[in-house]
């Protein structure tokens, strides 16, 4: 059994702190929780002042920003090595309609937002906060068969992608229309 218990808290880099707390308090409903503010990393003892927030995104869950004014501006929230879709935190909704309400809202205000895409297990929306980190909002739509039946094939698709490094076929039909539930 794991010894860890959940997720203390995630934290990125942000552009800036009141902007990126007004944001998800307006789009995403987050509650902004608290505020930390040093003229010294206490881990390190390096002297850089920063601001950091926490805001509280539901069940438990607390995502936290750095904004860091003495370093060079944000390039990107990502590496250049890495396409800028891979690394994203995907948030969970109690339904479509949420979903679709955070969408709705986003967009009237001229913000991006790519889908719904249904992923068979869930359907998402990505779109991308005031710092460029990318977001996605997923609403379940998974049956316990279909969870059933991923979990029974997890193990060889994972040896099958280490040894060819191609896309295993054991689950194509959450996305070539064959799933009979």
């Known amino acids: 059994m794991a010894f860890l218990n959940g997720i203390h808290?995630?934290?990125?880099?942000?552009?800036?702190?009141?902007?990126?707390?007004?944001?998800?308090?307006?789009?995403?409903?987050?509650?902004?929780?608290?505020?930390?503010?040093?003229?010294?990393?206490?881990?390190?003892?390096?002297?850089?002042?920063?601001?950091?927030?926490?805001?509280?995104?539901?069940?438990?869950?607390?995502?936290?920003?750095?904004?860091?004014?003495?370093?060079?501006?944000?390039?990107?929230?990502?590496?250049?090595?890495?396409?800028?879709?891979?690394?994203?935190?995907?948030?969970?909704?109690?339904?479509?309609?949420?979903?679709?309400?955070?969408?709705?809202?986003?967009?009237?205000?001229g913000i991006e937002v790519i889908g719904p895409t249904n992923h068979t297990l869930f359907q998402s929306i990505y779109f991308r906060d005031p710092s460029g980190h990318r977001l996605e909002l997923a609403a379940d739509s998974a049956t316990p068969k279909m969870n059933k039946m991923l979990d029974e094939v997890k193990w060889d698709m994972l040896n099958e992608w280490e040894r060819t490094k191609k896309a295993p076929k054991h689950a194509a039909w959450m996305h070539d229309g064959s799933y009979a539930g």
């Open 9 to 109: 808290h995630v934290a990125y880099r942000c552009k800036n702190a009141k902007e990126t707390v007004e944001w998800y308090q307006k789009y995403l409903d987050a509650d902004f929780i608290l505020a930390i503010a040093e003229d010294q990393v206490p881990s390190t003892k390096e002297p850089d002042p920063y601001m950091h927030i926490f805001i509280d995104i539901g069940g438990g869950n607390i995502l936290a920003f750095f904004e860091l004014p003495t370093k060079a501006p944000m390039i990107a929230p990502s590496d250049a090595n890495t396409p800028s879709w891979t690394q994203h935190l995907a948030l969970k909704v109690d339904s479509m309609e949420t979903m679709m309400k955070a969408k709705a809202r986003m967009e009237a205000d």
